[in-house]
């Protein structure tokens, strides 16, 4: 996480280094200093480049650290566009897939709804605890650390916390809502559309930017309690709902393990022929 100390000598003899995120960046910079043929590339996919984000300690981080970066791999659009409006940098693109493929025998549309995640508040489960306000008929199951900061006695909340497996949770809910104000692109909702549940999110949330024809439905434009609740009881409503389902289901299946890292791969050279 870029504190502590680190033995510089395991990074002997590199000329390439590939970070995992910004915060890895004062132990680049060290063996950059010592070794100026180095090249750095760093992947962004969380919120570095969000300008809810960036506060001026970060700012003042960036001006250190941020030279000695010199491209990047992001997991959306957004976050490109982001990270080239801060820095002139080469910047590729490459999604993540679903790491649990759970694809139950059965599906039944029940008005049960999803989330999961940690406790990072723009994550948008906040004002999905909100929604449920005016969804009386509805439950909704919060799966992993979200639930530390949620205080509620709605007995149509339940706070799971971490569970041993999302298979019961894929097989018995069919939403699966991440109304976040900014998500670069959570492989969860990929899995839940592998598994057959009808995704609501926002905008912030990096899908979107994949989501085209009927799959625009599914997007919020705001994600207030009571536009998130309206948006969730209009899709369960939705006659047609199967074959949303089946939409989502053959969009999450193009994004696999093999593609990603071919991608991956592709893009990673693609940068270092426009750094030589």
Known sequence: MGVGRFDQGKLQGSNMLILESLYCAPFARSYKKRTPECRVISIIADTSFWSERLTILRKLYYWRYLPIVDGFIAVSERIKRDIQSYIDRPVEVVRPFPVNKIRPRKRSFERRILFIGNEAREKGYGNLVKAMDYLPDFELFLVGDCGKKVRTRKPNIHLEGRVPSLRPYFGNCSIYAHPADFDPCPSVVWEAMYAGLIPIITEGVGQSELFEGDLRRLVL??????????????????????????????LSEEHTEEKSIRHFKKSFYKLLEELS
């Open 221 to 250: 434009r705001e994600n207030d309690p009571k536009a998130v609740a309206e948006k969730i009881a209009e899709v369960y409503s939705y006659p047609d709902k199967r074959e949303l389902v089946r939409k989502c289901m053959r």
